[in-house]
């Protein structure tokens, strides 16, 4: 309509830059609102991601209370593997305690 100029051309660009400006404005809410979804479900994985751990490593403390030095060759044994067990583990719950330090850089800085 503007280029075979309408008698209200002037309007219709009016109103065209009008809609485009909230087409803009939505767009940038859109964004906001998917950000902060992002950072609140970030901040519950991590939380999830804690408890977990916190559980795990109870749940390896709660090994070394029964752990007794039997005097048999057979008690020896099980000891070392439970203790082996527990090393093995130890590194794992040491490499997902750096992810979390990790994680929570991350959402210190959102």
């Known amino acids: 309509l503007q280029s075979v100029n309408h008698p ?19 767009a940038d809410l859109v964004d906001d609102r998917r950000d902060r979804i992002n950072n609140a479900y970030d901040y519950n994985t991590y939380n999830i991601e804690c408890r977990e751990t916190a559980n795990w490593i109870k749940e390896k403390c709660s090994w070394l209370s029964p752990l007794t030095s039997s005097a048999t060759i057979w008690g020896i044994m ?33």
């Open 8 to 26: 209200n051309s002037e309007e219709i660009r009016e109103r065209q830059d009008d809609l485009k400006a909230q087409w803009n404005e939505l």
């Open 78 to 110: 099980q000891l070392q593997r439970r203790l082996q067990h527990l090393n093995t583990d130890m590194a794992a719950i040491e490499a997902r305690l750096q992810h979390l330090d990790e994680q929570c850089e991350k959402l210190e800085n959102v």
